[in-house]
């Protein structure tokens, strides 16, 4: 008798979850997120995200990319081989737009449990929410530090 | 809301300026029109203005952000709702 390989097993697991639940999801297809293939990016590498992080502001843009690509998700910056002013100094998301910004690190995200996806163009990330609870906001929110003015942003007289 | 039509994030921007957004998070009396231009922002970033791609029925807004500051784009801007 011809053994399945663990691939097609853990493959026929998925199909057949897949065909359970059907009559308990919303089956509704979302747009697939565009997940570049990068490596990940090291721990030490600086994360980026404009503004101040209000609880609310965290909540709709992540419910906003749920109901566009399925998954709760915020939107962040690495600093991958160039320094934080340069990166905010150039990307076109940042540049002068914004007065402030928190910092983070891949690593403190990924401690704190969350994934991180290259999505979009480089160096745009998301960052992964399990859910929209007033905790994982403020999880969240505890790995980047307080706001610091737009170090991209040309000094305004 | 504040000094715009429509909040955006605009971290969530494409390199080319598209992005995606919803009505409920129009200043109330909004009315998006495809092909129109609106002012966007959010409480932390300067506005911009921005054309309107397309309304979905579902609620989803895109639109096309363009480059600079509002002044620079007034007289696109037309009075609505």
């Known amino acids: 008798m011809r053994r399945r390989s663990e691939a097609a097993e853990k493959g026929l697991k998925c199909f057949l979850a897949m065909t359970v639940g059907h009559g308990q999801y919303d089956l509704a297809m979302a747009s697939p997120l565009p997940i570049r293939r990068d490596h990940p990016p090291d721990d030490a590498v600086v994360v980026v995200r404009a503004g101040v992080m209000a609880p609310d502001r965290v909540v709709d843009t992540a419910a906003d990319a749920f109901e566009d690509y399925g998954v709760y998700t915020v939107s962040v910056e690495a600093a991958i081989d160039v320094s934080v002013d340069e990166l905010c100094r150039s990307s076109p998301r940042i540049g002068e737009r914004y007065g402030r910004v928190r910092l983070s690190s891949f690593g403190r995200l990924r401690a704190a449990g969350f994934a991180v996806l290259a999505t979009f163009t480089h160096p745009h990330f998301d960052v992964v929410l399990p859910d929209l609870s007033e905790v994982t906001v403020a999880r969240l929110g505890r790995c980047f530090d307080e706001p610091i003015p737009n170090p991209g942003r040309r000094p305004r007289g | ?81």
Do not use: C, N
Not at chain 2, 49 to 78: F, M, N, W, Y
């Open chain 2, 1 to 81: 809301m504040t000094d715009y039509d429509l909040w955006v994030d605009f971290m969530r921007m494409q390199d080319d300026g598209r992005l995606r957004t919803r009505l409920r998070h129009g200043r109330v009396g909004f009315v998006p029109l495809a092909g129109s231009y609106v002012i966007v922002g959010s409480e932390d970033a300067d506005p911009a203005v921005a054309k309107i791609l397309s309304v979905d029925a579902d609620g989803a807004i895109k639109v096309q952000v363009l480059p600079g500051r509002v002044d620079e784009h007034r007289d696109r801007l037309t009075p609505t709702g």
